[in-house]
């Protein structure tokens, strides 16, 4: 099979953990036969240096040509002005909304090899496996009026959370098919005793909900979910919520998993999203990154954790490319080096293996090819 993606590497650590995950990915491809071409356009603060903008020209109709993206981190202290007016995280907020990808999968399952790495219980952890499925394109980060201004009283900012039902609709679609594949269980969070927006967004929920009577739905308010996350995190299966909750909810969650290190997801988007019986179409177009930042205090250093990005590439390979078997194998092979003892640097414990970002890629890569 052809495999052409589109690389969008970005600031921080993201080159270094993209070259990772594009060893194993090249290892995959030798394995099973698989040919891989790709491109390389600039995002982020390394975009504003270079063009002014967040985003290289060219960029949204290279990712087009491709059938997935595959993308580092964005952002770092030497843009991190509140007063400027393009920022790095615009040009990845450009790039979902420009490729119209509203539903972002971030997948969060406890390894026991790692419950020591939490600071919760390894009794809280036990059995941990959850998706959280974030809607991307809506919400605060996109709705208008979005802008900040001076009066005689001093600065005012606003910023403005709208979503239609549509929005909700095909979003709340997608959780109750991935619930329909797993264990059929679906949490909606919202704040519906306060916003507007939520207690749209818990009617339609519950509309759509009756659609999917083989599926067990709660409605929670977002505060109460974030407080169970830590202290009964496997009474998740799906969570289904909107862009900021997701957003805020899923860097929680990172801590289930001992360490951002280790969390991927997937954005995916069109008309063609879902397949039915709890399972999307193969090949549908999406972006996969890992859920952690651009690291700026470690970036060059060699010591990022590459796990949650060569974790994308399973992803990828799963949605994009409908090569489920090449995607296990990662993950499998991800699981096994945990089980033996190697960690990263943001992993390491007493007794365990360190490797740097560089060892840890080829060490899965190896493992893949063997």
Known sequence: MDIKIAITAGDGIGPEVVEEALKVLEAVNRRFGHKLTHSSWL???????????????????????????????????????????????????????????????????????????????????????????????????????????????????????AYSEQEVERIMRVGFELARGRRKKLTSVDKANVLKTSQLWREVANEVAKEYADVKMDSMLVDTCAMRLVTNPAYFDVIV?????????????????????????????????????????????????????????????????PLATILSVAMMLRYSFGLHTEAELIERTVSSIIDDGYRTQDLMREGMRLMNTQEMGSLVASKVTA
């Not at 990154?289 to 651009?294: L, M, R, T, V």
């Open 43 to 161: 995002i982020g603060g390394c975009s504003i240096d270079k063009f002014g903008s967040a985003i290289e020209p060219g960029t949204i109709e290279g990712c087009k040509k491709a059938n997935a993206v595959l993308l580092g981190a964005v952002g770092g202290p030497k843009w991190d002005d509140p007063k400027a007016k393009v920022r790095p995280e615009d040009g990845l907020l450009h790039l979902r909304k420009a490729l119209g990808l509203f539903s972002n999968l971030r997948p969060v399952k406890s390894h026991k090899a790692l419950l020591s790495a939490s600071t919760l219980k390894p009794e809280a952890l036990n059995n941990v496996d959850m998706v959280v499925v974030r809607e991307l394109t809506g919400g605060l980060y996109f709705g208008k009026p979005k802008k900040r201004w001076e009066t005689s009283r001093g600065r005012k900012a606003v910023d403005t959370m």
């Open 241 to 305: 919520t909107e862009n900021t909750f997701g957003d805020i909810l899923t860097d929680e969650a990172a801590v289930l998993a001992g360490s951002m290190g280790m969390l991927p997801s997937a954005s995916l988007g069109g008309k063609e999203l879902i397949a039915g019986k709890g399972r999307f179409k193969d090949r549908t177009f999406g972006l996969y990154e890992p859920i952690h930042g651009s690291a700026p205090d470690i970036a060059g250093q060699n010591k990022a954790n």
